[in-house]
């Protein structure tokens, strides 16, 4: 079965009001390796606005505008049939984009980037707080701001750093401080990194389940994360989402290895990458390079977290609210 088409729209509504909220309405199911590029660059060039999800094993296009559906059958049914003229249309679209002869504005370019943190908001969230963080080391060389970020409150005193347990932390109620130290960068090098694998991976998880199923992942394994590398390497000054990193990139991987039909996965290069940089981190050998040193086991207690994280979601029916839109 190529499709099949849903026999009834789905209307979202908010529960607390009952009142309509997203009028998306599921069209047409598609089966998950079919290639649907071509049928998606007509909708947008189109400007008919769409989304696709992954539902009950099947790719699912829905619209915004019920009106649309029976365009999109004909669409489909004239590219199956290898229609000339739309086949060359597809071409000439896919030409224009690859070649960059679209003209973009400022405005044009604004829209995208609005239209990219709309789709996903924790993605974005996540990456500015890590571009504050990296100012906020850059230029606070005073450390009297970054101080009220790290796990355990420190102080600068005639240029030495004094560092307070984390006993100090739970006295205070400074709870904050358990994640707060992800978002600090230290050199442009680590944010930039850090960012690329945070852009790759929670786009991905916040595309297949929402914004929610990527925020627990992210606040547990950044609390995880931190707390490993306190309990293995005492106070210090530690900061980076690369904990979180790890993290995603366990729930992915072991996601992906128990479903492998998802539409959620990374390339294998990419998890081996991931896991010998991991080794090659642990072994020392990264820190010659560096001023400071790589957090290890922050690294590999975000990895553990994710694993456990994905064997959870996998046994219990965890669902949380998708409005990721397209």
């Known amino acids: 079965m190529s499709n099949q088409v849903c026999k009834s729209s789905q209307r979202k509504k908010n529960p607390m009001n009952n009142s309509e909220v997203n009028s998306w309405y599921k069209v047409q199911l598609f089966n998950l390796d079919e290639n649907l590029s071509p049928l998606l660059s007509l909708l947008h060039k189109g400007r008919i606005p769409h989304r696709v999800t992954e539902e009950g094993g099947f790719q699912c296009l829905w619209l915004l505008d019920a009106s649309h559906a029976v365009l999109v059958e004909n669409l489909y049914t004239r590219i199956n049939s290898d229609d000339k003229d739309l086949l060359a249309a597809i071409d000439s679209i896919e030409s224009e984009c690859e070649t960059g002869k679209s003209s973009f504005t400022i405005a044009n370019s604004l829209f995208v980037l609005l239209r990219g943190i709309r789709a996903f908001p924790v993605t974005s969230l996540t990456l500015l707080l890590g571009l504050c963080g990296f100012l906020l080391v850059e230029y606070d060389t005073a450390y009297q701001w970054i101080s009220l ?19 100090l932390t739970l006295e205070q109620r400074e709870y904050w401080r358990f994640i707060s130290p992800i978002f600090l960068h230290f050199g442009i090098l680590h944010f930039i990194f850090n960012s690329l ?13 929402g914004p929610l199923t990527l925020l627990v992942i992210i606040l547990i394994a950044g609390i995880a994360s931190n707390l490993g590398q306190y309990w293995w390497g005492g106070p210090s000054l530690m900061g980076g989402l690369s904990g979180v990193i790890y993290g995603l990139l366990g729930f992915i991987g072991i996601h992906q290895k128990l479903n492998p ?13 991931m896991l010998v940089w991991l080794v090659i981190g642990m072994s020392g050998a990264v820190n010659l390079f560096i001023d400071g040193s790589v957090a290890n086991m922050a690294h590999a207690g975000g990895l553990i977290v994710g694993i456990i994280l994905a064997l959870v979601f996998q046994i219990l029916p965890i669902k949380f609210p998708n409005k990721s839109y397209q």
């Not at 005639?158 to 984390?166: F, G, H, P």
């Not at 039909?261 to 990458?273: A, E, G, T």
Request: zero cysteines.
């Open 149 to 167: 970020f790290t796990l355990q409150p420190m102080r600068l005193i005639d240029d030495q750093l004094y560092l307070a347990t984390i006993t």
């Open 197 to 209: 694998w945070i852009f790759e991976f929670g786009r991905k998880i916040e595309a297949w389940k």
């Open 261 to 273: 039909q998802s539409s959620l996965n990374v390339p294998p290069s990419i998890i081996i990458f």
